[in-house]
């Protein structure tokens, strides 16, 4: 087993405390023979296509990664090979909040769900797992210019500011994708939860800075494509990890689109086959449309729209002034003068902190209660605020330019890079122009930021470790079941017959196993084509199964590809 704890990778071993919170446990233990040949099967039916349409050649990808063909990765192998690359890996419990996945990304971390497809769902899973993750994702990461965008993408993706409603479609999509994959789910609490994910896609109101990134993120990392409209190359991962979209996406009813800035207006289903595709001609260009969407995000366009942007989200979020000191709370109102802030006000506990790191005695317990300073231009201002001289003990008036009067007696300056950043006065009063009071000596001690302009907005804490000791955690966790004697007698049958193929001995016994497996699990057929694979293809038990696979593939419409498609691996072979 490789715990977080074990893992022997710079990326990982770097992860902050607040990210460190989503890794579990691999348990290689758990996975069942079934499960190995489930993961067989895909990638040597992705080896088999998508080394023609792949954009990067697919084996050689798989190896820089640590993967093969042949069985389930181990995460620390994964991660001794993505190390030479500058990347890592850790293990997960299904979806994550979305904040949480792009910071994964932004620090060179894949994030991969611990557990598995099911046979039932072997062509695509709307839950995220480790072939989806691993496969899809990894063999790309090797790619230069492709790696340099996805972790970009996530230190973008990591400021994004988003609304309640995108928290209320995460759980319900990681709702329904946990419930897709139990294998006794009753269909009132399937429809329940589809009727649920289908009812918040519908009503998310104006999409946040996440909602429309995300959209950004599928069309390019999930399901994107390169090179031409009329020949493109796969490089998503959601395409390169369904052996069923893989193939039906390059129809020509899916249409093919150029992709540029206008991506972001097209919104996708998780649970459906895309109606559309964006083709990039170069990696280059999905940085330049992310820079084109970033360059309107809170983050660099700071004052008025960030701050509302802000109040929108009504979530832990912070505010940066022009000095570079850093606010860190939830922003509930603000003031504005001649279309500028002029004062914030963050209820409940609240940070400062400066380029990240939260300054000595300005933690939350210390603004337990909130946080609220002006910000503007003095009047009749000569010299910045910021580079004043100001001295300590004395009685300080500050008037500023939006009517706004701060005054009381300094008893503290903290300076950063030579400027004035926070004044904390005692005895300090705070009004408005209108001589409405905004901070009460008998409030205690007043800490005022310094600052004419709020330069950025941006989601979550300035530092992380100390505000957000514990993070959003999900509502639910992924299902793992409790296996019958039956379904374990199915998973010894399947041991068997790939002991036979490694070991290259008791080939003597694939007839015995076969009989056993006709008689007692007749509605399996991916034990059958693996026994199939061992067998000279001409003598009778190999035509006997060969018979009966064909046979279940038309009794079977929702098996007819996935046999016919083994079968001609059998073929080629």
């Not at 090797?142 to 479609?169: C, N, R, T, V, W």
């Not at 999509?173 to 009132?188: G, W």
């Not at 996708?268 to 001609?281: C, M, N, S």
Request: overall charge negative; some cysteine.
């Amino acid at each position: 087993m490789d715990s977080f704890e074990d893992l022997n990778n710079p990326q990982v071993k770097a992860l902050p405390k607040h990210l460190r919170q989503y890794i579990v446990d691999q348990h290689y233990e758990h996975y069942t023979p079934i499960d190995q040949a489930i993961w067989r099967y895909v990638m040597r039916q992705n080896y088999s296509y998508l080394k023609d349409v792949a954009y990067y050649p697919y084996i050689p990808g798989l190896e820089k990664a640590g993967l093969t063909i042949e069985r389930i990765p181990k995460l620390q192998e994964m991660n001794d090979a993505l190390a030479k690359i500058g990347w890592g890996a850790v293990t997960v419990d299904g979806f994550i909040p979305p904040a949480a996945f792009m910071e994964y990304q932004a620090y060179k971390v894949l994030v991969i769900a611990a557990d598995i497809r099911q046979l039932k769902h072997i062509e695509y899973t709307p839950a995220p797992d480790i072939i989806h993750e691993s496969a899809g994702h990894a063999p790309i990461i090797a790619d230069p210019d492709y790696h340099q965008y996805l972790s970009y993408f996530g230190s973008i993706g990591a400021k994004a500011m988003f609304s309640a409603q995108d928290y209320e479609l995460y759980e319900a999509i990681r709702a329904l994708s946990i419930l897709k994959e139990m294998p006794d789910a009753d269909p009132i609490d399937l429809k329940k939860a589809e009727d649920q994910v289908a009812y918040w896609q519908k009503n998310m109101g104006e999409p946040s800075e996440m909602a429309l990134l995300s959209r950004l993120h599928w069309w390019t990392v999930e399901y994107g494509l390169i090179g031409n409209l009329e020949n493109p190359k796969i490089y998503g991962a959601g395409l390169l990890s369904s052996i069923g979209e893989s193939a039906t996406c390059m129809r020509p009813d899916v249409k093919k689109l150029w992709y540029n800035q206008y991506a972001v207006n097209y919104p996708y289903d998780i649970t459906q086959p895309q109606q559309q595709l964006f083709v990039t001609e170069t990696f280059q260009n999905l940085i330049d449309v992310l820079e084109q969407f970033a360059d309107k995000m809170a983050f660099r366009v700071g004052g008025v729209y960030g701050l509302q942007k802000a109040m929108e989200s009504n979530n832990t979020c912070t505010v940066v002034y022009s000095s570079g000191l850093q606010v860190t709370g939830t922003l509930t109102d603000f003031i504005k003068h001649n279309g500028k802030p002029s004062f914030i006000k963050m209820t409940g506990p609240s940070a400062l902190a400066f380029e990240d790191k939260q300054l000595d005695g300005h933690g939350k317990n210390y603004h337990k209660d909130g946080y609220s300073s002006p910000v503007g231009k003095l009047i009749d201002e000569k010299v910045p605020l910021e580079y004043q001289s100001i001295e300590i003990g004395k009685l300080l008036v500050l008037h500023f330019e939006s009517g706004i009067m701060v005054m009381g007696t300094v008893t503290k300056i903290l300076q950063q890079n030579h400027k004035n950043i926070l004044i904390s006065f005692a005895d300090c009063t705070v009004m408005n122009k209108n001589g409405e009071c905004l901070f009460d000596p008998s409030w205690g001690a007043y800490d005022m930021a310094v600052g004419e302009y709020i330069v950025s907005v941006f989601s979550g804490a300035a530092n992380k470790s100390t505000f957000e000791e514990i993070g959003y955690r999900p509502k639910t966790t992924t299902y793992h079941p409790t296996y019958s004697e039956s379904t374990l007698n199915l998973h010894r049958l399947y041991q068997r017959v790939r002991n036979c193929r490694e070991h290259k001995t008791g080939h003597e016994r694939l007839d015995h196993l076969w009989q056993t497996l006709h008689k007692d699990f007749p509605n399996d057929w991916l034990c059958a084509m693996e026994i199939l694979e061992l067998l000279d293809q001409q003598t009778a038990l190999a035509q006997t199964i060969t018979g009966y696979l064909k046979d279940k593939a038309a009794q079977q419409p929702e098996l007819n590809k996935l046999i016919n498609d083994g079968l001609s691996l059998l073929v080629n072979q």
